[in-house]
Antibody
Framework: EVQLLESGGGLVQPGGSLRLSCAAS????????MSWVRQAPGKGLEWVSA????????YYADSVKGRFTISRDSSKNTLYLQMNSLRAEDTAVYYC???????????????WGQGTLVTVSS | DIQMTQSPSSLSASVGDRVTITCQAS??????LNWYQQKPGKAPKLLIY???NLETGVPSRFSGSGSGTDFTFTISSLQPEDIATYYC?????????FGGGTKVEIK
């Protein structure tokens, strides 16, 4: 069964840092592009960051550029999102998601994790 | 960035009703359009990709159509388990963006 399991969320003060992890299982992790999508409380979905299959191409939303870093460790089947200089507006549930097809980049997301809540507050 | 405008933002319908949601892109996106269902407290679920392709395991009462800038998502016969918020998402260019969502409730 294809599964994604996020961890690492929590309460952090403005200006602080967190590293989210997304553990993948049930598929060949190294063959799929991956994304992070967030959802602020009561709001819609925002595509925040993404990583190509090779890892050579990344995407960051303007709202997080320069503060967040996406990476993957294929030996551990894990996707990461390093979040620095956190702001109140980063408060959201963060989901990792995989592309449906291998070798495509960020077309449609057929598997999502359960989400991890990040709360930025003093 | 391509803006995705969904309408309505919410709707209330009876079990068995036909439900239609529209999604308009701010510029042409061919058929690079997906639909997701999100139930309260849960992650989104892919229902339709490439405008009209039904994801594996998704009931056939769900369907999608459209091309260019105007797209439609239809539930042919609303069921109680379809209560959710539905989102469209394009993949024509970067960044991928989602519509604002349509909350579907039972009347």
């Amino acid at each position: 069964e294809v599964q994604l399991l996020e961890s690492g969320g929590g309460l952090v003060q403005p200006g602080g840092s967190l590293r989210l992890s997304c553990a993948a299982s049930g598929f060949t992790f190294s063959s799929y592009a991956m994304s992070w999508v967030r959802q602020a409380p009561g709001k819609g979905l925002e595509w925040v960051s993404a990583l190509s299959v090779s890892g050579a191409t990344t995407y960051y939303a303007d709202s997080v550029k320069g503060r967040f870093t996406i990476s993957r460790d294929s030996s551990k089947n894990t996707l990461y999102l390093q979040m620095n200089s956190l702001r109140a507006e980063d408060t959201a549930v963060y989901y990792c998601a995989k592309d449906k097809n291998p070798s495509t980049s960020w077309y449609y997301f057929d598997c999502w994790g359960q989400g991890t809540l990040v709360t930025v507050s003093s | 960035d391509i803006q995705m405008t969904q309408s309505p933002s919410s709707l209330s319908a009876s079990v068995g009703d036909r439900v239609t949601i529209t999604c308009q892109a701010s510029q042409g996106i061919s058929n690079y359009l997906n639909w997701y269902q999100q139930k309260p407290g849960k992650a989104p679920k892919l229902l339709i990709y490439g405008a009209f392709n039904l994801e594996t395991g998704v009931p056939s009462r769900f369907s999608g159509s459209g091309s260019g800038t105007d797209f439609t998502f239809t539930i042919s016969s609303l069921q109680p388990e379809d209560i959710a918020t539905y989102y469209c998402q394009h993949y024509d260019s970067l960044p991928r963006t989602f519509g604002g969502g349509t909350k579907v409730e039972i009347k």
